[in-house]
């Protein structure tokens, strides 16, 4: 059974910094593209970031650029995002999300797998 466990999550206060990881279980993907994902309160599931299988590319939203940064460890097989300077708007739970592909951009329907989501509250 294939699993994305998310960690990392919790409060913090505007500034300060988070690392979330996100585990997965039941096979590899050191051949596909992985995203981070995110859904504010009351709002739509958004685009946080994307990293290709050898870590060679890495994409992100445009708001984020600069703020938080998508890193894997294949041999672990373990994606990461580390975020500084989080603001409150940054207050979402947070999914990790695996393609079954080398795919690795900001369409939530290219990817498969999901995990269950972190929660990550900034405080002002």
């Known amino acids: 059974q294939v699993q994305l466990v998310e960690s990392g999550g919790g409060l913090v206060q505007a500034g300060g910094s988070l690392r979330l990881s996100c585990a997965a279980s039941?096979?590899?993907?050191?051949?596909?593209?992985m995203g981070w994902f995110r859904r504010p309160p009351g709002k739509e599931r958004e685009f946080v970031a994307a990293?290709?299988?050898?870590?060679?590319?890495?994409v992100y939203a445009d708001s984020l650029k600069g703020r938080f940064t998508i890193s894997r460890d294949n041999a672990e097989n373990t994606v990461y995002l580390q975020m500084n300077n989080l603001k409150p708007e940054d207050t979402a739970v947070y999914y990790c999300?695996?393609?079954?592909?080398?795919?690795?951009?900001?369409?939530?329907?290219?990817?498969?797998?999901w995990g269950q989501g972190t929660p990550v509250t900034v405080s002002s």
């Open positions: 999300a695996a393609a079954p592909t080398e795919y690795m951009g900001s369409s939530y329907y290219q990817y498969d797998y």
């Open positions: 039941g096979r590899t993907f050191n051949r596909n593209g």
């Open positions: 990293i290709s299988w050898n870590s060679g590319r890495t």
